[in-house]
């Protein structure tokens, strides 16, 4: 039953992509999505029968949506506003400033590579940052904005 659902779900999810990308469908363009949308299916229950356990994460997933969807507002607005700025009254001098960020970035260790992974993802996706330095055994972490902004005062997940 497994198996249908998924495959029912990807068969829907491709031709719903593919409509979004060429604007229109036919049947014939629908039918190779049955056989790819099966390999999808076919392949994802094989790897979770292979696989010995399960992969668990120990982000505070909702804290963290709910910060990056708040922030990710509050960043388009500086941003846009800024970026107005510039097309009015264009400046003498570049944009943005290098900030420094505290992040316990941890070790070598496969649960701190995928922290700090996600950690550099969020913070880059921002509108107002990009991380150029996330170094593992530094407690900081280097962000490029465009417009100034205080420091995330978590150095867990500063995000």
């Known amino acids: ?28 363009e629908l039918i190779p999505t049955g056989p790819v949308a099966l390999a999808c ?11 010995d356990r399960r992969i668990r994460t120990t982000a505070p997933w909702f804290r963290l949506v709910w910060r990056v969807s708040v922030s990710l507002l509050r960043d388009t607005w500086l941003v846009g506003v ?7 009254r264009p400046p003498a001098a ?10 316990r ?33 530094r407690d900081r972490l280097r962000i490029h904005r465009l417009v100034a902004a205080a420091p995330n005062a978590d150095a867990e997940w500063p995000v």
């Open 1 to 28: 039953m497994q198996i249908i659902m998924l495959f029912v779900c990807v068969q829907i999810a491709g031709s719903a992509l593919y409509l979004l990308f060429a604007g229109q469908t036919s049947t014939d």
């Open 41 to 51: 299916a076919v392949l994802v229950v094989s790897l979770r029968l292979l696989q």
């Open 82 to 88: 800024a970026l107005a700025r510039v097309v009015v």
């Open 94 to 103: 570049a944009l943005g400033a290098v900030a420094d960020q505290n992040f």
């Open 105 to 137: 970035g941890g070790g070598e260790a496969p649960e701190d590579a995928g922290r700090r992974g996600l950690v550099v993802i969020a913070n880059s996706l921002a509108p107002n940052g990009i991380v150029i330095d996330a170094a593992p055994g």
